[in-house]
């Protein structure tokens, strides 16, 4: 399909009948406000999830069957890919897969790239019986599965997960990758253990990186406090406590 032809569509509708998640449709502008790309190429990249459509049918597939018709799971995994797509990391770095909803979409980008790695850190809660209790967090982990039990196998060629608390595990991480291009903060959403995986990951961080974190309705001002440090904006997702930036070129020293 022709940029022009894909001007003026709704793109993804497909992919998001597919996933069945409404909250799920794209916010163009926090794309093109965290890449600096144009609308038309965002557009354009997002019409290619109504091509892969299967791997959406199957995520949802895979939460059926677990008994998890609905799912508490990130409401962004288009944008997700798009953000891959377009800025071409060859790290990215997430806290937090539970099913594995926003990993598969970054697999889903990468493997479409030929480039990068992302790199998954899990501390999972397993559910107690067959069915989820009334008191139970919907992200624990269904029996018999593990982190990322939603994610095809087909997408995991470039995943590196790694299962245990991030306190113990993303400074190492972090260390041994030496640059992080893109980090998703959706674990642990306490004030404190956000402003900790910021100053873990602020290193490592070079212009043109993006942050992003979920569920920041719980986290206070650690990421408006992070974002006026490098001196950039933080940008909201629409319909959601989903946050951005991106790292300017002349930013301040992160780690300070
Ligand atoms: C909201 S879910 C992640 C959802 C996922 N990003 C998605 O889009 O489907 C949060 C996950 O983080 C895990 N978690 C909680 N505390 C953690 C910690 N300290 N370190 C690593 N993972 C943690 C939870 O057990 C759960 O699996």
Redesign the pocket.
């Known amino acids: 399909m022709s940029p022009g032809a894909r001007r003026g569509r709704r793109p993804a509708v497909r992919a998001r009948r597919a996933l069945g998640d409404a909250r799920a449709a794209p916010d163009l502008r926090w794309v093109e406000r965290l890449t600096g790309a144009s609308s038309d190429a965002i557009t354009s990249i997002l019409c290619e999830l109504d091509e892969l459509v299967s791997v959406e049918a199957e995520i949802r597939a895979a939460h059926r069957a677990a008994g998890r018709a609905f799912y508490?799971?990130?409401r962004a995994p288009f944008e997700l890919y798009a953000i891959v797509r377009l800025t071409r990391p060859l790290h990215v770095v997430?806290?937090?897969?539970?099913?594995?909803?926003?990993s598969a979409h970054f697999l889903l980008a990468l493997q479409r790239n030929h480039h990068g790695t992302l790199h998954s850190?899990?501390?999972?809660?397993f559910q107690r019986g067959p069915e989820l209790g009334a008191r139970e967090s919907g992200?624990s982990i269904p029996p018999g599965r593990s982190?990322g039990w939603a994610v095809p196998d087909r997408l995991k060629g470039r995943w590196d997960l790694r299962i245990g608390?991030?306190?113990d595990l993303l400074p190492n991480l972090v260390e041994e990758l030496g640059r992080v291009d893109l980090f998703l903060h959706?674990?642990?959403h306490t004030p404190a253990?956000l402003a900790f995986e910021l100053a873990t990951v602020a290193s490592a961080l070079r212009p043109g990186s993006i942050v992003l974190a979920d569920n920041t309705v719980w986290t206070g001002q650690s990421f408006p406090r992070f974002a006026r440090r490098l001196g950039t904006d933080a940008y909201r997702r629409r319909g959601s406590d989903l946050v951005g930036l991106r790292v300017p070129s002349a930013s301040r020293d992160p780690s300070s």
């Not at 997430?94 to 926003?102: D, H, K, L, P």
């Not at 850190?121 to 809660?125: K, L, R």
């Open positions: 508490a799971q990130i997430e806290a937090g897969v539970s099913s594995g909803v926003s850190i899990d501390f999972p809660t992200v982190s608390r991030s306190q959706d674990d642990l253990h």
